[in-house]
């Protein structure tokens, strides 16, 4: 049950359908960014999704996913290939700058749905990328 939660939470990201991943996670998910603070409940992961479809494009390749034997647990690895959009706070700006990243997620699941996410991926990276472009 896990493995699919995961995958179906990842063929939503996908298809930029915000709604399909909201139905993945629990109304108390606890959502750690990656450089940022714990956002907790699905408001505040609706917002962030929101953002991020704004500033950019991604879709994510090469995904593999594991998971603990009972359940609770689970991570992926992935490639994020992206498209920054519009120039995010904090942010070099954006002007269409393409990027190719390594990343991961860590799941908790309780009851077959997400309840906690937290997303890695190496910022110092994206900026050599985005910078360079």
């Not at 750690?32 to 704004?54: I, T, W």
């Not at 690895?77 to 992206?82: A, C, L």
Request: glycine residues 6%.
């Amino acid at each position: 049950m896990a493995r699919q939660t995961i995958e179906r939470y990842f063929a939503a990201f996908n298809a930029g359908d915000i709604e399909a991943m909201l139905a993945e996670l629990t109304e108390d998910v606890a959502h750690h960014v990656n450089e940022g603070k714990v956002r907790h409940g699905k408001d505040l992961f609706r917002d962030f999704c929101a953002h991020m479809n704004r500033c950019y494009r991604e879709r994510l390749t090469d995904m593999v996913i594991f998971t603990a034997p009972d359940g609770t647990r689970a991570a992926a690895e992935f490639t994020v290939n992206g498209t920054y959009l519009e120039t995010d706070d904090g942010l070099p700006d954006a002007k269409g700058q393409t990027y190719v990243l390594p990343a991961g997620s860590f799941f908790t699941l309780r009851d077959g749905k997400i309840c906690r996410v937290t997303t890695y991926y190496n910022l110092a990276d994206w900026l050599r990328q985005v910078s360079c472009a």
